[in-house]
């Protein structure tokens, strides 16, 4: 049995405002591996075992400067569920945001105590 709570961090996201200049930056003054790009709204690239997207806000209450934290998780549904009975103002349900070549990548936001925007996220075989 798989359990509900995080086992690391997945990902992090950076608020960019001009996705090809960040990408020179994070590739060329950083030296982080680029992984992938989905212009013009997003960049990844791997820091250690964590990936970071580069990302244009997807709406003026995700447009300030912080990150997201993307908590990895075995059961996104179950893992969501337990977030939301113990009280987390948990937005929407579980979706998948991505069909890669051997996973899905799932997603389900929520918000921390102060307001936070994060995410548990799930690589489902």
Same mark, same amino acid.
């Given at each position: 049995?798989?359990?509900? /709570? ?9 608020? =960019?405002?001009?996705?090809? #200049?960040? =990408? ?18 997003? /960049? ?27 908590? #990895?998780?075995?059961?996104?549904? /179950?893992?969501? #569920? ?15 945001? /991505? ?27």
């Amino acid at each position: 049995m798989s359990s509900v /709570a995080p086992t690391g961090i997945l990902q992090l996201a950076v608020n =960019v405002h001009d996705v090809p #200049r960040a =990408v020179a930056f994070y590739r060329d003054v950083l030296g982080l591996p680029l992984l992938f790009e989905v212009p013009p709204k997003m /960049a990844f690239f791997m820091c250690g075992n964590v990936r970071l997207m580069l990302a244009l806000p997807e709406g003026p209450e995700h447009d300030h400067p912080g990150s997201i934290v993307y908590y #990895r998780v075995d059961d996104i549904h /179950a893992s969501h #569920r337990a977030l939301a009975a113990k009280g987390a103002t948990v937005a929407g349900s579980p979706h998948m945001i /991505a069909r890669m070549p051997d996973h899905e990548l799932w997603l389900a936001e929520f918000q921390d105590s102060e307001g936070n925007t994060a995410a548990l996220m799930s690589e489902v075989r």
